[in-house]
């Protein structure tokens, strides 16, 4: 299995600095954008605002363990395994899918263990963690092998594969919903029993591309890779998602829906971000052996220069119109969030440069200084952050990620100014795990 990376070593066009498939990569994440826009509106419409706030403290939990996943496998994946080839890719590929049964083991037996303590402290979480178990599973082996296909290149059958679990997915959730049975629980089955029917499908499409097996090699190099982030999605869950249990604790579960309800509408671009990371650092890494010194950062530019309007526009436009959006979505269900929608829209900004400044050290492979940059901002904003909630409330949340946001990309940018560019060689790219 080979790619042509002449093919793409040359970017004429500004849409091709986005890479392959760029066309369905785009309307991959727009489905999964639409699809989870749909399931959060049809929750947060349906549930009580308790109810929601419980279903959302699983769902938190879940991606945590995603995002552990993501560092561990995904993502090293997209980055060592695009260059890869032959019998040696297949090898690699198959190892980490091993990791991946490893992987998913444990954290099942972690929610058990959650959802044991949870029963034994007489909180109402318990069925809904129990609930999330096979859903996280589900979940995780979709997630890799969509990942396998984004790495080969073939998106149009990534689009199909998240096409079919969406549909799925809505489909159950609208049958409970006119049964009148839709609750958080039944919501995570529904939703487990969709992703198994993509995971199987994107087996079906990849298992040509995988040799069974364990070999500890392979298994070092993506530790090597993704160590660091690690560390970083520790560190950016703790400034970002453990405000929802830190909301709900303080404040209480209706406050981290309120808190959700208001991010909504801006959740398209964060499935657009998830395009940028999962694309740029793949297609950086194929063309860097194409590129010199001096034009290695035409493609970052050119992504900016295509991106940077239509994600300012949208921004400005959720902000200055945050009455009318709730109002649309929930009725008057959710109108208390107007601040929230406003602080959120800046926080969305910021969010989009960062994604890029990510991208560029995936690549260069330094993904210590990732975790470096999130380690420097979260020691302000994690006590600031508590502080914030106490005084101000799900606000306080809020403009707590803000700061992080802009101390990461401060600390981002310096680290890029510093780590030099990788140097290609016959074999292929020098290590920069650092």
Same mark, same amino acid.
């Given at each position: 299995?080979?790619?042509?990376?002449?093919?793409?070593?040359?970017?004429?066009?500004?849409?091709?600095?986005?890479?392959?498939?760029?066309?369905?990569?785009?309307?991959?994440?727009?489905?999964?954008?639409?699809?989870?826009?749909?399931?959060?509106?049809?929750?947060?419409?349906t549930l009580t605002p308790a109810h929601f706030g419980e279903f959302l403290i699983g769902y938190t939990t879940i991606?945590?363990?995603?995002?552990?996943?993501?560092?561990?496998?995904?993502?090293?994946?997209?980055?060592?395994?695009?260059?890869?080839?032959?019998?040696?890719?297949?090898?690699?590929?198959?190892?980490?899918?091993?990791?991946?049964?490893?992987?998913?083991?444990?954290?099942v037996g972690a929610l058990i263990i959650l959802a044991g303590a949870s029963?034994?402290?007489?909180?109402?979480?318990?069925?809904?963690?129990?609930?999330?178990?096979?859903?996280?599973?589900?979940?995780?082996?979709?997630?890799? $092998?969509?990942?396998?296909?984004?790495?080969? %290149?073939? &998106? *149009? =059958?990534? /689009?199909?594969?998240?096409?079919?679990?969406? @549909?799925?997915?809505?489909?159950?959730?609208?049958?409970?919903?006119?049964?009148?049975?839709?609750?958080?629980?039944?919501?995570?089955?529904?939703?487990?029993?969709?992703?198994?029917?993509?995971?199987?499908?994107?087996?079906?499409?990849?298992?040509?591309?995988?040799?069974?097996?364990?070999?500890?090699?392979?298994?070092?190099?993506?530790?090597?890779?993704?160590?660091?982030?690690?560390?970083?999605?520790?560190?950016?869950?703790?400034?970002?998602?453990?405000?929802?249990?830190?909301?709900?604790?303080?404040?209480?579960?209706?406050?981290?829906?309120?808190?959700?309800?208001?991010?909504?509408?801006?959740?398209?671009?964060?499935?657009?971000?998830?395009?940028?990371?999962?694309?740029?650092?793949?297609?950086?890494?194929?063309?860097?052996? $194409?590129?010199?010194?001096?034009?290695?950062? %035409?493609? &970052? *530019? =050119?992504? /900016?220069?295509?991106?940077?309007?239509?994600? @300012?526009?949208?921004?400005?436009?959720?902000?200055?119109?945050?009455?009318?959006?709730?109002?649309?979505?929930?009725?008057?269900?959710?109108?208390?969030?107007?601040?929230?929608?406003?602080?959120?829209?800046?926080?969305?900004?910021?969010?989009?440069?960062?994604?890029?400044?990510?991208?560029?050290?995936?690549?260069?492979?330094?993904?210590?200084?990732?975790?470096?940059?999130?380690?420097?901002?979260?020691?302000?904003?994690?006590?600031?952050?508590?502080?914030?909630?106490?005084?101000?409330?799900?606000?306080?949340?809020?403009?707590?990620?803000?700061?992080?946001?802009?101390?990461?990309?401060?600390?981002?940018?310096?680290?890029?100014?510093?780590?030099?560019?990788?140097?290609?060689?016959?074999?292929?790219?020098?290590?920069?795990?650092?």
């Amino acid at each position: 299995m080979r790619w042509s990376t002449r093919a793409i070593a040359k970017l004429p066009d500004p849409r091709e600095a986005l890479g392959f498939g760029a066309h369905w990569g785009l309307a991959d994440q727009a489905l999964i954008s639409s699809g989870n826009f749909a399931t959060t509106l049809a929750l947060a419409r349906t549930l009580t605002p308790a109810h929601f706030g419980e279903f959302l403290i699983g769902y938190t939990t879940i991606l945590l363990a995603n995002g552990l996943q993501l560092s561990l496998i995904t993502q090293p994946m997209n980055v060592l395994g695009a260059k890869l080839a032959g019998e040696e890719y297949k090898r690699y590929v198959g190892s980490l899918l091993t990791a991946q049964a490893m992987f998913s083991a444990a954290c099942v037996g972690a929610l058990i263990i959650l959802a044991g303590a949870s029963y034994a402290g007489g909180w109402d979480q318990a069925l809904i963690l129990l609930a999330a178990a096979p859903f996280m599973v589900c979940w995780q082996f979709q997630e890799f $092998f969509r990942r396998v296909l984004y790495t080969e %290149e073939r &998106v *149009r =059958q990534a /689009f199909i594969n998240d096409l079919a679990c969406y @549909a799925c997915q809505l489909g159950l959730l609208g049958i409970l919903w006119y049964s009148d049975v839709l609750s958080a629980e039944a919501a995570f089955y529904a939703m487990a029993a969709s992703a198994a029917l993509a995971a199987l499908l994107g087996w079906a499409w990849t298992r040509q591309s995988m040799k069974l097996g364990l070999q500890l090699e392979h298994v070092r190099s993506s530790w090597g890779y993704g160590k660091w982030l690690v560390g970083t999605n520790l560190a950016q869950w703790t400034t970002g998602y453990s405000y929802r249990y830190l909301v709900a604790l303080i404040v209480g579960p209706m406050a981290t829906a309120s808190l959700v309800a208001a991010e909504v509408f801006l959740r398209p671009l964060a499935s657009f971000y998830v395009f940028l990371e999962t694309i740029l650092p793949i297609r950086f890494a194929k063309a860097r052996a $194409f590129l010199t010194d001096a034009s290695s950062q %035409e493609p &970052v *530019r =050119q992504v /900016f220069k295509l991106t940077v309007v239509p994600v @300012a526009v949208y921004c400005l436009l959720t902000a200055a119109f945050p009455h009318e959006i709730l109002n649309v979505l929930y009725g008057t269900k959710y109108q208390d969030a107007s601040t929230l929608v406003r602080l959120l829209a800046v926080f969305y900004g910021l969010y989009y440069v960062n994604t890029l400044l990510i991208a560029v050290l995936k690549e260069r492979e330094s993904t210590r200084s990732i975790f470096l940059a999130t380690i420097t901002a979260a020691i302000v904003t994690i006590p600031l952050g508590l502080a914030l909630i106490l005084t101000l409330g799900k606000e306080g949340a809020v403009l707590a990620v803000i700061v992080h946001s802009i101390l990461f990309g401060a600390s981002a940018w310096r680290f890029i100014t510093r780590v030099p560019i990788l140097q290609t060689t016959s074999i292929g790219v020098t290590a920069n795990h650092e």
